[in-house]
């Protein structure tokens, strides 16, 4: 059974720093690619970007290029998501997501975390 | 970066009905990279549809999907009342591109 368990909720101050966690079990964590999309409040979905736990490569959506950094640790099959300089606009539901082989699609999806920006 | 435009924005539906969910893109790409998800309130996103047309694990063949070049679609053939949710298409072609969402809700 392939799983990703993201850790919990978190509240923080404006011009704070998050970071996420995302524990994968049930495959071998470092064929896949991890993803991070994120939810705001009542919106869709927005992709962030992605790591490889192999090589450590990231690719980045512009939108978060310079405040957000994605890394992977592979002796606890865990990949990480932190941004910095938080606004209230980045209040929203974080999810991770196992990467397909071919065809980029997301599967499974971690049960995402809940990060709150407010003063 | 290709945008995926969906409609209708809310499919008002009776149960037994049948589902037909539009995800227009910008420009075309691999039809390879077309996926469709659904996602309930309160809960993570979940595959349905790889490949434009592949139905993931586990997924009822109620849900179909089609398409190529710029439109496609994810039709459901007789709404069960666990498929009320809202469903979305996403795309890669660098970078990754999702869709706006369709709520199906119960009419």
């Known amino acids: 059974q392939f799983q990703l368990v993201q850790s919990g909720a978190e509240v923080k101050k404006p011009g704070a720093s998050v970071k996420v966690s995302c524990k994968a079990s049930?495959?071998?964590?470092?064929?896949?690619?991890v993803s991070w999309v994120r939810q705001a409040p009542g919106q869709g979905l927005e992709w962030m970007g992605w790591?490889?736990?192999?090589?450590?490569?990231?690719k980045y959506a512009q939108n978060f290029q310079g405040r957000v950094a994605m890394t992977a640790d592979t002796s606890t099959s865990t990949a990480y998501m932190e941004m910095s300089s938080l606004r209230s606009d980045d209040t929203a539901v974080y999810y991770c997501?196992?990467?397909?082989?071919?065809?980029?699609?997301?599967?499974?999806w971690g049960q995402g975390t809940l990060v709150t920006v407010s003063s | 970066e290709i945008v995926l435009t969906q409609s209708p924005g809310t499919l008002s539906l009776s149960p037994g009905e049948r589902a037909t969910l539009s995800c227009r893109a910008s420009?075309?790409?691999?039809?390879?990279?077309l996926v469709w998800y659904q996602q309930k309130p309160g809960q993570a996103p979940r595959l349905l549809i790889y490949?434009?047309?592949n139905r993931a694990a586990g997924i009822p063949d109620r849900f179909s999907g089609s398409g190529s070049g710029t439109d496609f679609t994810l039709t459901i053939s007789r709404v069960e009342p666990e498929d009320f949710a809202v469903y979305y298409c996403?795309?890669?072609?660098?970078?990754?591109?999702f869709g706006g969402g369709t709520k199906v809700e119960i009419k």
């Open positions: 997501a196992r990467v397909g082989l071919v065809g980029y699609w997301l599967d499974p």
């Open positions: 049930g495959y071998s964590f470092t064929n896949y690619d």
């Open positions: 790591i490889s736990p192999y090589t450590g490569n990231t």
């Open positions: 420009q075309n790409f691999n039809i390879n990279y």
């Open positions: 490949g434009a047309s």
């Open positions: 996403q795309q890669y072609y660098s970078p990754l591109t």
